[in-house]
């Protein structure tokens, strides 16, 4: 299918992602190409194969967005001191703007509210405002600025969500979920 093919039925793509638990597979089927494709500076499949071992011991959940066989995202989160830490969302350039970073989101928030934690956060690219706007709309408020925390050279955002085991954030899921927030 074209690039055009996959816009113009945008609407339909989701209901073919599938989100599945990352496997050190999958880091060779496509986690790394998006990965470089995503990042100036990208992970190596050592760091990424690091973190899949840490899965194991609880402190970590990775996930992929699959179109059939194809991987066409992936979301990470670290856990720590009973809260979520989104570490890294990325998608295939051609595949942007179809939900799926929405719907990989929508699952890490469904782990971390999962095993209770009262509040994630995340590191946003100054430059990278699309990425806020999707981060806004899980909840997510600025609070305050890391500098020069890419590369040496670009500040990052950092953002809190509170609030995730309450009735409101769960109805906001459901929002997302659905496609209507």
């Not at 953002?159 to 769960?170: A, G, K």
């Amino acid at each position: 299918m074209s690039v055009l093919e996959r816009f113009l039925r945008r609407d339909d793509v989701p209901e073919a992602i599938s989100i599945e638990r990352m496997r050190r597979a999958d880091l060779r089927k496509g986690v790394m190409e998006i990965e470089s494709a995503a990042y100036p500076r990208p992970w190596s499949r050592g760091v990424f194969a690091s973190e899949i071992e840490q899965v194991r011991s609880g402190s970590r959940a990775y996930l992929v967005a699959r179109h059939g066989r194809e991987i066409v995202g992936y979301a990470g989160l670290w856990f720590s001191a009973g809260e979520a830490h989104v570490t890294n969302v990325a998608v295939q350039p051609e595949w942007r703007r179809h939900r799926i970073a929405t719907r990989l989101l929508v699952a890490l928030a469904d782990e971390a509210r999962r095993r209770g934690c009262p509040a994630w956060t995340l590191e946003v690219r100054v430059s990278s405002t699309g990425a806020q706007e999707l981060y806004r709309k899980f909840g997510f408020v600025p609070a305050g600025v890391r500098q020069r925390y890419y590369e040496n050279t670009e500040d990052a955002i950092v953002m809190w969500c509170h609030d995730l085991q309450s009735d409101d954030y769960r109805a906001r899921l459901e929002e997302l979920r659905d496609g209507r927030h």
